[in-house]
């Protein structure tokens, strides 16, 4: 289902101290990958922590139409009995996958290799995503796809009657093209490989693992060499989600920058290939502390302890950039807080997020008081110590967009709007209660 048509303005006020505990939600790329893995299993997956966001919600109900029983059984506790590898069943609708291209990509990739037939669907945001860099690899295994001019939302896709498995270099740093293939891979016999130059978040690797596929990844030249052997039965797991580092970036941005603020956000995964943005909040001088690591789930997870303080500029280097794809726009914002100059570098695939993320965050930022430029592949910020505000930034259906200037608008001068907070029910749905908690103005 695509979110509320209806356009919902937010606005954001200099708050005092932000203080108490925020409990941010399960992480979005492990959720929906604990509801395709399920569908694929043979019997009964427990999920517990399941991010309830629009974009899994749509996932879950995918996986119904796919054939799988998905339940839920409260709060984030959720059931999934699968049809096994190679059993979905053909859908009778169109599989609508709102605004997320997650959950598009890695459906696509997970029916490819079933003979069935469906066609994909989602937003104004998701129909302006590319697809054939997920298309193309799948057409490998032998499936037939149609799509609209540019390999764009609608498309349609005959799964191969008699896949082949493949070996697949991916042409830009993507854990969803990654998950697609690997996900495709699974019904094709003999051995599927994936070849990244760059590493990017591996719960994908790790999952399929857990739920019993071989599946190894190699350090080479070349870069990471992921080979997963074909046709295996998918076991069961439980699995407990982590709370999501991408979600938990924005309070502990608000932490940051508003005076005096000083707040504990538990249970974050700390799997290092999603961990970029912390390494960089250290290097900016934030005063974040890690507390009690362990493992659930699974995944490295510690309990953030975030107190503001000064925070300077500094330069991201490209190779870091998939560790942190998803909370540029946040940044951002922070650097415009921090004093001196902060350089993102290796951000192009920001452009076709949700939105085009550089020019929104460029746009939205000016319009606030920053100074900020940027290139085809980079994005630069001159902190001053604060941002005046006082403007409207336009979200483009893009909750990192939206959520990023609202935090902004916590500590700027003058109060920050934003045009439409609706699409931060895809990923945050409780995200204006637990900054409100904190004592956040936005409303
Ligand atoms: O695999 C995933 O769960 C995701 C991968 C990333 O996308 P790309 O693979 O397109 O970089 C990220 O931006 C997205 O929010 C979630
Ligand atoms: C890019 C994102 O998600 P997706 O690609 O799943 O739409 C995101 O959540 O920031």
Known sequence: MSHSAEPIPMTARRSGPLKGEAKVPGDKSISHRALILGALSVGETHITGLLEGQDVLDTAKAMQAFGAQVERLGTGEWKVNGVGVGGFAEPEGVIDCGNSGTGVRLIMGAMATT????????????????????????????????????????????????????????????????????????????????????????????????????????????????????????????????????????????????????????????????????????????????????????????????????????????????????????????????????????????????????????????????????????MTVHGTGGLSGGATAITHLDHRIAMSFLIGGLASEQPISVDDGSPIATSFPDFLPLMTGLGGQIG
């Open 115 to 378: 003979p069935v037939t469906a066609t994909f669907t989602g937003d104004a945001s998701l129909s302006r995503r590319p697809m054939g860099r997920v298309t193309d690899p799948l057409e490998l295994f032998g499936c037939e796809v149609t799509a609209r001019e540019g390999k764009r939302l609608p498309v349609t896709i005959k799964g191969a009657a008699e896949p082949v498995p493949v070996r697949y270099k991916t042409p830009v740093a993507s854990a969803q093209i990654k998950s697609a293939v690997l996900l495709a891979g699974l019904n094709a016999p003999g051995e599927t490989v994936v070849i990244e130059s760059e590493p990017t978040r591996d719960h994908t690797e790790r999952m399929l693992a857990g739920f019993g596929a071989t599946i190894t990844t190699e350090v080479t030249d070349e870069g990471r060499v992921i080979t997963l052997k074909g046709r295996p039965e998918l076991v069961p797991q439980p699995v407990a989600v982590p709370r999501d580092p991408s979600s938990a970036a924005f309070p502990v941005a608000a932490a940051l920058i508003v005076p005096g603020s000083e707040i504990r956000v538990p249970g974050v995964s700390r799997n290092p290939t999603r961990d970029g943005l912390y390494v960089t909040l250290l290097e900016m001088g934030a005063d974040i502390t890690f507390e009690n690591p362990r493992e659930e789930g699974g995944e490295p997870v510690a309990d953030l302890l975030v107190r503001h303080g000064p925070l300077k500029g500094v330069t991201v280097p490209p190779e870091r950039a998939a560790s942190m794809i998803d909370e540029f726009p946040i940044l951002s914002v922070i650097a415009a807080f921090a004093e001196g100059t902060t350089l993102m570098q290796g951000v192009h695939e920001l452009r076709v997020k949700e939105s085009d993320r550089i020019a929104a965050m460029v746009a939205g930022l000016r319009a606030n008081g920053a100074s900020v430029e940027d290139t085809d592949d980079t």
